[in-house]
């Protein structure tokens, strides 16, 4: 209804892993799942998902070393792993990652799992979709549908209040925090079932200047037993999160509290020499988390499984309703797979599953793989920047030739905002990748924002602003 990722999808941790701390919860299948789709989407989007190391420093009072060396031994062996090495027991004495950390703290771990830019994973998901014939309509509300002489009919809004109604042989909600309150808006013919809830969590972020040196992360255990992630972000700064707080309220005004904020710096300053203050934070960003499973309790001990719910009328014959609970940016494909498989039934001459081998726009690198691909880039185009051709390749893998058009120069790229944003740029993410706001470019395509000042950041909602002035 709004814009793609513009919720809960961009307001993650930013990883693709199995969820180590789900093992505490004997979520077994959950991990084992999240393992193997690691090596997918590796594959499959290697211009998004990185491996990325994890130090783990080791405080004998919150969990026991034994605890996590058999948590670890268990995450390396649930599912193969190819393409990422073993964990290992570390001396942070004798290791670069020990250094930002305090001195008493001399014992950790290491392992691997994966980085993703969720935001761009969303839209990759959509050109994809796009290219094999779907309609992606963003900034487009449902609000209602029934069952009519036997298939949906569908009303939708669009942003400027234009009204359409589309027919349709099976409908599937998949509108995450929303998705109860889109049930109240769907006419079926069966009652909803009282055990299919959700639980509204949020989750918040803050970014602070970079915290550490290297190419790795840091997972922190705290007092309440849950674990902090600090991570390299956008080269200069440091991401950490996350929160879990028990949601009520519309999920589109989720924002970071006070609270959280000094959470945050606390459990990070525990563990760092240098502490982290909310006087520090530079950008924060908070999203809520539809989680399967009753009030009550631990939000952090309830399930990040997802449930199907399959409704074809009493009699079984009606045109499908799909509603989809709960779930994880890791395991979207497959949540997606097990969806067509509940579907299957109603489309006779529906294929096979196939996303498991296909890539995503801009995923099919060569032999080299991301670093191959940046360095024939740079080796093709000698007279634009390096760092520009860089981030385009981590933005838009092999798609990168087709934001740069033939361009030779700088000046061929039209006008620069800055951070390696340029008109070439912004234009195409207009034209191919459905951005209508400077926040849909700046925070969602890019994570330009961070590093432009507001004066710049105008700019490239002036700049918006005549070019859809030129399309009307």
């Not at 080791?58 to 948590?71: C, D, E, F």
């Not at 969303?122 to 992606?136: E, K, P, T, W």
């Not at 769907?186 to 009652?191: R, V």
């Not at 120069?409 to 800055?418: N, P």
Request: glycine residues 10%.
């Amino acid at each position: 209804m709004n814009d793609l990722a513009s919720a809960t999808s961009s307001a993650s941790s930013k990883l693709i892993h199995g969820g180590l701390r789900y093992l505490e919860y004997y979520q077994f299948r959950l991990v084992r799942e999240g393992l193997a789709e690691r090596e997918v989407l590796l594959r499959n989007a290697p211009h998004l998902v990185r491996p990325l190391r994890f130090v783990l420093p080791h405080v004998n009072t919150i969990r026991p070393a034994w605890l996590v060396r058999l948590g670890l031994f268990l995450y390396d062996h649930l599912g193969p792993h190819p393409s990422l090495p073993d964990s290992t027991a570390l001396d942070l004495r004798q290791e670069a990652a020990g250094r930002p950390v305090r001195g008493d703290i001399r014992k950790g771990f290491a392992y691997y799992d994966c980085w993703v830019d969720d935001a761009r994973l969303v839209v990759l998901n959509a050109m994809s979709a796009a290219q094999l014939g779907a309609r992606i309509m963003t900034g487009t509300r449902l609000t209602a549908a029934q069952r009519v002489n036997g298939e949906w009919q569908a009303h939708l809004v669009d942003r400027r209040g234009r009204e359409e109604v589309l027919r349709a042989r099976a409908l599937v909600n998949a509108a995450g925090p929303w998705v109860e309150t889109l049930l109240a808006k769907i006419e079926t013919a069966a009652s909803p079932r009282q055990d299919l809830r959700t639980i509204l969590v949020k989750g918040s972020h803050i970014v602070v200047p970079r915290l550490h040196d290297g190419d790795f992360a840091y997972i922190l255990q705290h007092t309440d037993r849950r674990v902090i992630f600090v991570i390299p972000y956008e080269g200069a700064y440091s991401l950490i999160g996350t929160t879990d707080i028990p949601f009520f309220g519309d999920p589109s005004s989720a924002s970071i509290s006070a609270a959280e904020t000094s959470y945050l710096c606390e459990a990070v300053s525990a563990y760092f020499t240098r502490p982290v203050t909310p006087a520090d934070v530079c950008w924060s960003f908070a999203g809520v988390r539809p989680l399967f499973g009753a009030d009550g309790g631990d939000p952090a001990a309830v399930t990040r499984d997802y449930v199907l719910d399959l409704d074809a009328g009493d009699g079984g014959g009606a045109p499908p309703l799909l509603s989809v609970f709960g779930g994880k940016i890791t395991t979207y494909r497959r949540l997606a797979e097990s969806a067509m498989t509940r579907l299957e039934p109603f489309f006779p001459d529906l294929g096979g599953n196939w996303t498991i081998s296909n890539p995503l726009p801009g995923g099919d690198l060569a032999t080299g793989g991301l670093d191959g691909f940046i360095s024939s880039l740079i080796g093709r185009y000698p007279d634009l920047p390096a760092d520009l051709l860089s981030d385009l390749a981590r933005r838009h893998g092999s798609l990168a030739e087709e934001v740069l058009d033939g361009a030779e120069t700088v000046q061929d790229l039209g006008r620069h905002f800055g951070a390696g944003l340029t008109e070439r740029e912004i234009n195409y993410l207009i034209a191919r990748e459905w951005a209508t706001t400077a926040d849909d470019i700046l925070w969602r395509r890019t994570k330009c924002g961070l590093h432009l000042d507001e004066g710049q950041r105008r700019s490239v909602a002036s700049h918006l602003a005549e070019q859809q002035g030129k399309v009307k």
